[in-house]
Nanobody, 124 residues
Framework: HVQLVESGGGSVQAGGSLRLSCVRT????????MGWFRQVPGKEREAVAGISPGGSITYYADSVKGRFTISRDNGKKTVWLQMNALEATDTAVYYCAARVGYCYNALTTAYYVYWGQGTQVTVS
C-alpha cells in the first residue's frame, strides 16, 4: 500500500520557522522525484519545491526562493521542507507528492502520481 505521510504543520507567527516531513511507505522503486505543494481554499494547488531522486537538484517556486529548503534522505525514505521567514501568505495546506523517475516537471502538479493527505500551516 503506497502512502505518503506528512507531519510538522502548525501555527506560527510571521517571521518564524517550521519544518515539514514526509515519509513514504509501500514504495517498491528507489528512484522518485519528490515535491511539496500547497493549497488554500478556493485556489488551485501550487508548487512550492521539488527535489531530484538523488537530492542533488532542487527546484523552487519564486515565492519561496531564499526562504524554503527542500532536502531528502533516501535511507529514511523521508523528504523535508524547511520553511523560514514565514509570511501570512504562506498559510495553506501543504502536500507531499511523488513520482517514479526523474524530475522532468518537478513544479507541475499534474506530473505527480502519489499524494499525501496534507498538513496545515498557519502563519499569523
Amino acid at each position: 500500500h503506497v502512502q505518503l505521510v506528512e507531519s510538522g504543520g502548525g501555527s506560527v507567527q510571521a517571521g518564524g520557522s517550521l519544518r515539514l516531513s514526509c515519509v513514504r511507505t509501500g514504495f517498491t522503486m528507489n528512484t522518485y522525484c519528490m515535491g511539496w505543494f500547497r493549497q488554500v481554499p478556493g485556489k488551485e494547488r501550487e508548487a512550492v519545491a521539488g527535489i531530484s531522486p538523488g537530492g542533488s537538484i532542487t527546484y523552487y517556486a519564486d515565492s519561496v526562493k531564499g526562504r524554503f529548503t527542500i532536502s531528502r534522505d533516501n535511507g529514511k525514505k523521508t523528504v523535508w521542507l524547511q520553511m523560514n521567514a514565514l509570511e501570512a501568505t504562506d498559510t495553506a495546506v501543504y502536500y507531499c507528492a511523488a513520482r517514479v523517475g526523474y524530475c522532468y516537471n518537478a513544479l507541475t502538479t499534474a506530473y505527480y502520481v502519489y499524494w499525501g493527505q496534507g498538513t496545515q500551516v498557519t502563519v499569523s
